[in-house]
């Protein structure tokens, strides 16, 4: 039986209690035996699956928490801010911001220091999504940098 059968099933024993019918046909796909159940099903299951534009739903797994270090100023995982509110004096209460962040994409970037055309130096870091994308600039950078011909360290890698 999936998560949302489950939550309905309960919250129809919790509010109807007896005076509803719950039974499930035996030879069914799952059709409860009483119509009232069965309309109060199909309601459920519009009501969840409707998600407003702009909306999206997603499991509370897919969200993190995150905690503000006035001192630092700085957003740190529960792991990170346990270092700063380990040094509370015994009784001391401390107020700490705190926000979840939602999931929406977990993958894996390439980061590597990138070659400044236009100021002929090396710039900051950047996102690659591929590994290859992020060597062939790191490649490039270190060429620029180095003032190797770029056609050699192309052969170089």
């Not at 939550?7 to 019918?21: G, H, I, L």
């Not at 719950?22 to 199909?42: E, F, K, L, P, T």
């Not at 939602?102 to 894996?108: G, K, S």
Request: glycine letters at 4%; aromatic letters at 12%; proline letters at 1%.
């Amino acid at each position: 039986m999936d998560i949302q059968r489950k939550a309905f099933e309960a919250y129809m024993a919790d509010r109807y209690k007896n005076t509803v019918d719950q039974r499930v046909c035996i030879n069914s796909d799952g059709d409860y035996m009483a119509w009232d159940m069965q309309v109060a099903w199909h309601v459920w299951q519009a009501a969840k699956a409707s998600v407003p534009e702009g909306f999206v739903l997603v499991e509370k797994k897919n969200t993190e928490d995150w905690y503000l270090d006035d001192c630092e100023g700085m957003w740190w995982d529960h792991d990170g801010i346990d270092g700063s509110l380990c040094e509370l004096d015994i009784g001391e209460v401390q107020a700490v911001e705190h926000k979840e962040y939602l999931i929406t994409e977990n993958n894996t970037l390439y980061a590597t220091r990138v070659w400044d055309d236009a100021n002929d130096q090396v710039d900051c870091w950047q996102f690659f999504k591929t590994q290859e994308e992020a060597e062939k600039a790191a490649a490039y950078c270190k060429a620029k940098f180095n003032d190797e011909p770029i056609e050699a360290q192309e052969q170089k890698g």
